[in-house]
């Protein structure tokens, strides 16, 4: 296992809520910026979620006001609750760690150093 490692990735029907976390390791998660994106095969990656050490988090506009991205210091993990979910949001979910970048925007969490395996999230109309 790397350090960052997803879970909660699964088949839902529209409408339908998942949680997804990332387990983090070998690096001081609490100074990092933390962040989710993800990829549809054969499309750009998408920076979803983003939210830096002082937890101030931001969004994709495709998926403000149903989403949401937490970070627990203390069991080092991340967190993206999805409600209300859509099937243009089915896609590979990637868990991303960086110290450099703010968490002033979402876009340039495909960017960031660190990314996990991946997780699959399927959304049936």
């Known amino acids: 296992q790397g350090p960052l490692v997803e879970s909660g990735g699964g088949s839902v029907q529209f409408g339908g809520s998942l949680t997804l976390s990332c387990g983090v390791s070998?690096?001081?998660?609490?100074?990092?910026?933390m962040g989710w994106f993800r990829q549809v095969l054969g499309k750009e990656r998408e920076g979803v979620a983003v939210?830096?050490?002082?937890?101030?988090?931001a969004y994709a506009g495709s998926v403000k006001g149903r989403f949401t991205i937490t970070r627990d210091k203390a069991k080092n993990t991340l967190y993206l609750q999805m409600n209300n979910l859509k099937p243009d949001d089915t896609a590979m979910y990637y868990c991303?760690?960086?110290?450099?970048?703010?968490?002033?925007?979402?876009?340039?969490?495909?960017?960031?150093?660190?990314r996990g395996q991946g997780t699959q999230v399927t959304v049936a109309s």
């Open positions: 991303a760690a960086d110290d450099y970048y703010s968490s002033y925007s979402a876009y340039n969490v495909p960017y960031f150093d660190h």
């Open positions: 939210i830096g050490s002082d937890e101030d988090p």
């Open positions: 070998g690096f001081d998660f609490r100074r990092y910026t």
